[in-house]
Nanobody
C-alpha cells in the first residue's frame, strides 16, 4: 500500500553534485522520520542522513559538511543534496520512511528499491 520512489541517481565525476528525491505515496496516515541509507558492494547498509518530522537532522560523519537532507512534509518527500562527491560515495542509495499507514496500525520502516550513485575519479 505504501511505496517510496527514489529519483536523481546517476553517474557523476568526483567533486560534482547530485540531488536525490524520494516521495512516499499510497495509504499514509502520518510520517515520522525519513532518511537515506547506502550500501556499497560487499559492505553493510549504513546510515547517511535522517530527518525527523520536526526538521531535526542527523548525518554520518563521512558526509557531514557535504550532504544536506531536507523534507517537504506536505508532499511526504525527502531530499538529499550531495556535493563534493567522492569515489567512496559510490553505492546504492535507499530511501527510508518511518510511517503509519493507517490509524489502527503502528509505525514501521518502509524502504525504496534504491538508486545507484556512481562517482568516477
Amino acid at each position: 500500500q505504501v511505496q517510496l520512489v527514489e529519483s536523481g541517481g546517476g553517474l557523476v565525476q568526483a567533486g560534482g553534485s547530485l540531488r536525490l528525491s524520494c516521495a512516499a505515496s499510497g495509504t499514509i496516515f502520518s510520517v515520522n522520520a525519513m532518511g537515506w541509507y547506502r550500501q556499497a558492494p560487499a559492505k553493510q547498509r549504513e546510515l547517511v542522513a535522517t530527518i525527523a518530522s520536526t526538521g531535526r537532522t542527523n548525518y554520518a560523519d563521512s558526509v557531514k559538511g557535504r550532504f544536506t537532507i531536507s523534507r517537504d512534509n506536505a508532499k511526504n518527500t525527502v531530499y538529499l543534496q550531495m556535493s563534493s562527491l567522492k569515489p567512496e560515495d559510490t553505492a546504492v542509495y535507499y530511501c527510508n520512511a518511518d510511517l503509519r499507514a493507517r490509524l489502527e496500525w503502528t509505525y514501521r520502516d518502509y524502504w525504496g528499491q534504491g538508486t545507484q550513485v556512481t562517482v568516477s575519479s
